[in-house]
């Protein structure tokens, strides 16, 4: 007798077996159905012991996890290693990694001269409370490279390059309120979360004090008239307008470069510092970041990530007259800026290793190159499977829009569009397509680095393929 699975992709489908839609029961002629096995059972069934590490985090971390971004339901995957473009769980299951490491590897995981800088920066030692020629090396390049940097801090992270960044621009010009755009993320500080994922009227996020919240002015991303009001209405108390380049992550929520190139301009015109978040882009769009594909010279710059070679660090650069405040000549009015490891020898060697191998191949181009054929190709897939889906995004990002209205170009759609995307389905997503072997960031976005090749991106257009007939077998689309 024919045996009929509704659920095939726990394994091929064999001879005598078929696919049928939800919700059916039998097969014409009285054919039996055998039990489903859902996203969620493969899932579960897939990765015991990532299951056990989680019920094991959960004991020493909140909801298990020990950054918000890596919430996922009912646990996310507990990665071993990885190598080049992929990456292994503790199970053993093998992933095509798009998730680049929160964006931060655009050379993949263990280049050999990352890899190599890092074991030999290692095997110094790690700490000297000293200047180290590493540091000074690792600032040239960042000069060497980046318009705006007439002079280097390091910090430990991107939010402290953000925060210190935001002091030196309020004692440099002895104001006090900062401009910034709603959804635009610039870490996770008290100065930078009212109005990023929530609070977008201004109000206090929980345990940000009310005078923070209103000492901010929150403008709408792509509002070229609405930010230059903005600007002009409070020059004389502002003392900085802070932009993200492409938009909140990497343009999931898109910003046009004609309205950040239009806010720079406003500020520059009203006697406003601008800082330019270069977190993401840095070192990804270009050697130059944004800044130098535009031709803007923002007062300061924030740098991590690729700037940090993929490791914990972060970069505040910008002009001599600003970055002055942080000098001792100031005396008493002098920024108070220390970190036990801003500069540390090990993120320096492979930040200048990173910088190094990206300026030599030309790695930013092809990674641009590659983020153009994954688009192409998850829209390939979207019509191949037959959902109203799309892919947007610009260089080396894709991000994955559910229910495209009909013929509409995704370019026309409100801001309120992108940033309503469907969380849920979109971790189902992600969950289905870990069970196809390819992992993304949960809100349905991934980073493209210049190292995945042809073969990773067909692999990624089949994983989506397999996950989305799954997911309308299931119903989920
Ligand atoms: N700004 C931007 C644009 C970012 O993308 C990030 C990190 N995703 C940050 C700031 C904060 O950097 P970090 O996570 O290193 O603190």
Redesign the pocket.
């Known amino acids: 007798m024919q045996t009929t699975y509704w659920n095939v992709w726990a394994r091929p489908l064999q001879k005598g077996e078929v696919a049928v839609p939800k919700g059916q029961s039998t097969l014409p002629g009285g054919l039996p159905l055998v039990p489903l096995m859902t996203i969620l059972d493969d899932y579960l069934a897939t990765t015991p012991h990532s299951a056990a590490l989680a019920k094991q985090a959960a004991h020493v971390f909140v909801d298990g996890i020990t950054t918000d971004t890596r919430s996922f339901d009912p646990y996310g995957i507990t990665i071993a290693r990885g190598a080049g473009t992929r990456k292994w769980d503790v199970d053993g299951n093998e992933y095509r990694d798009f998730f680049g490491g929160?964006?931060s590897l655009m050379l993949g995981h263990c280049h050999p001269k990352v890899t190599s800088a890092i074991q030999q920066a290692a095997a110094r030692g790690v700490q000297f409370a000293a200047n180290t020629p590493e540091e000074v090396a690792w600032a040239e390049a960042i000069k060497a490279h980046v318009p705006s940097a007439e002079r280097v801090r390091f910090t430990g992270?991107?939010?402290e390059a953000?925060l210190l960044a935001i002091r030196i621009a309020r004692a440099f010009t002895g104001r006090a309120k900062i401009l910034r755009v709603c959804s635009h993320?610039?870490?996770?500080h008290d100065f930078a979360v009212s109005g990023y994922a929530s609070q977008h009227d201004g109000s206090p996020a929980p345990g940000v004090l009310a005078e923070i919240a209103r000492n901010t002015i929150l403008v709408s991303p792509n509002d070229e008239i609405e930010v230059k009001a903005a600007i002009k209405t409070h020059a004389s108390e502002l003392a900085a307008v802070i932009l993200?380049p492409l938009g909140s992550?990497f343009g999931m929520i898109p910003t046009c470069d004609d309205f950040v190139v239009a806010a720079s301009l406003a500020a520059k015109a009203n006697n406003v510092p601008v800082i330019l978040?270069e977190?993401?882009t840095g070192f990804r769009l270009g050697l130059s970041g944004f800044q130098g594909l535009f031709g803007l010279k923002p007062d300061l710059t924030?740098l991590?990530?690729v700037a940090a070679g993929g490791l914990p660090g972060?970069v505040v650069c910008g002009s001599e007259a600003m970055m002055s405040v942080l000098s001792r000549a100031k005396a008493q009015n002098k920024v108070l800026h220390q970190g036990t490891f801003t500069g540390n020898p090990v993120t320096a060697l492979a930040a200048i290793a990173t910088i190094g191998e990206i300026a030599a191949t030309n790695a930013c181009a092809t990674a641009t190159a590659n983020g153009a054929k994954a688009r192409a190709r998850l829209d390939e897939a979207f019509k191949r499977v037959n959902v109203p889906w799309g892919a947007y995004g610009q260089y080396s990002s894709f991000h994955i829009l559910p229910d495209v209205p009909d013929g509409v170009d995704l370019s026309t759609l409100p801001v309120s569009v992108f940033a309503g995307r469907p969380v849920k389905l979109l971790q189902s997503l992600r969950m289905a397509m870990i069970l196809e072997g390819v992992d993304i960031a949960s809100r349905g976005s991934g980073f493209l680095s210049a190292i995945h090749d042809e073969a990773d991106i067909e692999a990624l257009g089949q994983a989506i393929e397999q996950a989305l007939l799954r997911m309308k077998a299931e119903g989920l689309t």
């Open positions: 929160h964006g992270s991107g939010t953000t993320y610039h870490g996770w993200e992550h978040d977190i993401i924030c991590a990530k972060g």
